[in-house]
């Protein structure tokens, strides 16, 4: 019984938090470019691009900070991949 509380209790706190992605409560505008893609730009010097494709094929999302890309990742509603960091040679 102790284990189906502590599930409620997590879900119930998930869904007051804003942006569980980006680690925290950042407060971010969209910027819909059209039906399928759009820009995250947060309140710090960073953004996100969400590029959808149609099907269950997901979101690839690249982010950005101080106009450079960070790191990518891949999204579906099935799973969600390990954010692919970019290094600069």
Same mark, same amino acid.
């Given at each position: 019984?102790?284990?189906?509380?502590?599930?409620?209790?997590?879900?119930?706190?998930?869904?007051?938090?804003?942006?569980?992605?980006?680690?925290?409560?950042?407060?971010?505008?969209?910027?819909?470019?059209?039906?399928?893609?759009?820009?995250?730009?947060?309140?710090?010097?960073?953004?996100?691009? &969400?590029?959808?494709?149609?099907?269950?094929?997901?979101?690839?999302?690249? &982010?950005?900070?101080?106009?450079?890309?960070?790191?990518?990742?891949?999204?579906?509603?099935?799973?969600?991949?390990?954010?692919?960091?970019?290094?600069?040679?």
């Amino acid at each position: 019984m102790l284990f189906i509380c502590v599930q409620i209790v997590g879900k119930n706190d998930r869904k007051k938090r804003k942006n569980l992605d980006s680690g925290g409560d950042m407060n971010f505008k969209k910027i819909p470019i059209n039906q399928s893609s759009y820009i995250r730009l947060y309140e710090d010097d960073t953004f996100e691009v &969400h590029c959808s494709a149609q099907g269950p094929l997901g979101a690839n999302v690249y &982010h950005f900070k101080r106009g450079l890309l960070e790191w990518k990742q891949r999204r579906s509603y099935s799973f969600v991949s390990k954010k692919y960091k970019i290094n600069y040679e």
